[in-house]
């Protein structure tokens, strides 16, 4: 196998000196028209490569940053991924991706693998862990968060609180009373944000909050099923529901169709993040929006960009929309709703 050639072929080749070479390559120092061109072209005819370790030891940079995610596969990482990959691309940043599935044990070793690697910063959707691996890891490389957050660390998120009052309203405007909440796992991240909004909003109204409508499952499709069809069965007399994430909206969308019900005439349906499959449900899903691209995007920027504000630690809130398609409307029993179909046991 031929040899790659190095810094000292090129000078020898040349007739110059290294430090020459170097003031060429990287365009720095003052060097004549005619020496810059004979190393130009020395540099290419032995295809000469500049040694991405040593460009790292002299510029104290890798240009690399690490993205971490729970799910590749899960369309809203894949969204947010698509925008820390835009952002990354256009500042010459390579992006190394892992995946830790929720896993704190592995989200860990990702991390202790990044920080050794010593790659610029590290983008992630944090998982349910304490925080304590992620605030070792920023002491050594910066950390942004992106869709989730931890105290103390900075972030960009979506505005859950206000995405969530919207969509209660928008229900309790309907004239739903028994709205229920199809919430993830305590243990994750967002959970406890959205049910706190869910309830403080439904307080506002003056609609009391049934705690047995609050029904809470693991981030597995079969944990969501089986929550939302034991809520159907459970409680004959829900008119609505509001999914905390695509996952559930997808359980309590099939969970209703298993169970012969009627989206809306015996039960609306509406959840958190637009999901292509959401437009094309019959009929099609009322959802809160939330920008992964452009989340994913801004956080790359923050890392790599923004030093100063990310420094500070105080997290960037993007809005929300609430889409308002076909799977609410009036509960039964008022006008524009219709009799409840009976339900299967």
Known sequence: MRRAATIKDVAAAAGVGLATVSRVLSGTGSVSPATRDRVLAVAKELDYRPSAIGRSLKLQ????????????????????????????RTLGEH?????????PEREGEIVDRLVEQR????????????????????????????????????????DDRSGVRAVVEYLVG??????????????VAAGPEREQAFRDT???????????????????ADSAFAAAASLFQRRSDVSAVLAASH??????????RGLDLRVPADV??????????????DPPLTVVARPARDMGYRAAELLLRDPARRERGRPVVLATELIVR???GPPAGLPGGSARSSRTR
């Open 61 to 88: 940079r890798t240009g690399s940053i690490g993205l971490l995610v729970p799910d590749i596969t899960d369309p809203f990482c894949a969204e947010l991924a698509a925008g820390v990959l835009d952002c990354a």
């Open 247 to 256: 996952l559930l909206g997808e359980a309590a969308v099939l969970a209703a």
């Open 95 to 103: 992006v190394i991706l892992d995946v830790a599935h929720d896993d």
């Open 119 to 158: 790659v610029d910063g590290i983008i992630a959707i944090p998982g349910s862990g304490d925080g304590a691996v992620w605030r070792d890891a920023a002491r050594v490389v910066p950390v942004v968060f992106a869709g989730r957050g931890l105290p103390g660390l900075p972030s960009v998120v979506a």
């Open 268 to 281: 609306s349906i509406a959840m958190i993040d637009d999901m292509p499959w959401a437009e094309l449900c």
């Open 174 to 187: 309907l004239g739903h009373r028994r709205v229920a909440f199809l919430g993830g796992h305590v243990s």
């Open 202 to 220: 439904l307080a506002e109204l003056r609609v009391p909050v049934d705690d047995d409508l609050v029904v809470r499952a693991r981030s597995t």
């Open 326 to 328: 076909g799977s609410c």
